[in-house]
Every structure is written in C-alpha cells, then in structure tokens.
C-alpha cells in the first residue's frame, strides 16, 4: 500500500519560504505522478503542481507560478515543494498525492493522498 508522509509546513511571515517534503513508501515509483493540491478553510481543494516520475517534467498553476518549485529525489522516493515569496493566501492545509498514471491537475486522478500538513503566512 502506498503510503506519503509530508512534512516541513509551519508559520511564517509573507515574503519568507518554506519547503514541504513529501516521502514515499509501499510500491516502486517508475511510472507514478506525484503532486500537491491545498484546501484553505471554507475552500475548495487547489492543484498546486504535479510532476512525473521518470521524466521530472514539472507543472505548476498559475496562482504560483514563479514562486513554488516542485523537484524529486528519486533514489529517496521523496518529492519537494520549494515554496518562496509567500503570500497570505497561500494559507492552507497542504497534501502531498500520487497515482499511476501521467500528470493531472485534478483531484480525482490521484488515488493516494498524504495526511496533509499546514501552512500558515502571516502578514
């Protein structure tokens, strides 16, 4: 059984960064995608970016493009979220996801979801 464990949120000022690991278990990686999706309280849940395994081709939306970097450590299984110039509004609850298939950027692809962990910017 697939299993991620995030890790690395916390509070921190606008303008500062913060990076998220998410680290992978219970099955070998080769054809996953991986991503991260947030849910600020009383909104819907967000892409944020999603990466493919083997070929590291990155996407990343819109609302944090230039600021969010999305990388793999594959010989660790581990997926990072760079996330630098932080804005209030990238408060949320962060969750790291996989699947077996190519990228997505919408929820219902992706099967295996981490226990997400928190993000708070303060301005």
């Known amino acids: 059984q697939v299993q991620l464990v995030e890790s690395g949120g916390g509070l921190v000022e606008a303008g500062g960064s913060l990076r998220l690991s998410c680290a992978a278990s219970?099955?070998?990686?080769?054809?996953?995608?991986f991503g991260w999706f947030r849910q600020a309280p009383g909104k819907e849940r967000e892409f944020v970016a999603a990466?493919?395994?083997?070929?590291?081709?990155?996407h990343v939306a819109d609302s944090v493009k230039g600021r969010f970097t999305l990388s793999r450590a594959s010989a660790e299984n581990t997926v990072f979220l760079q996330m630098d110039s932080l804005k209030p509004e990238d408060t949320a609850v962060y969750y790291c996801?996989?699947?077996?298939?190519?990228?997505?950027?919408?929820?219902?692809?992706?099967?295996?979801w981490g226990q997400g962990t928190q993000v708070t910017v303060s301005s």
């Open positions: 996801v996989a699947d077996r298939a190519p990228w997505s950027n919408r929820a219902v692809d992706f099967t295996f």
């Open positions: 219970g099955s070998t990686f080769g054809s996953y995608a």
């Open positions: 990466i493919t395994w083997n070929g590291g081709s990155a």
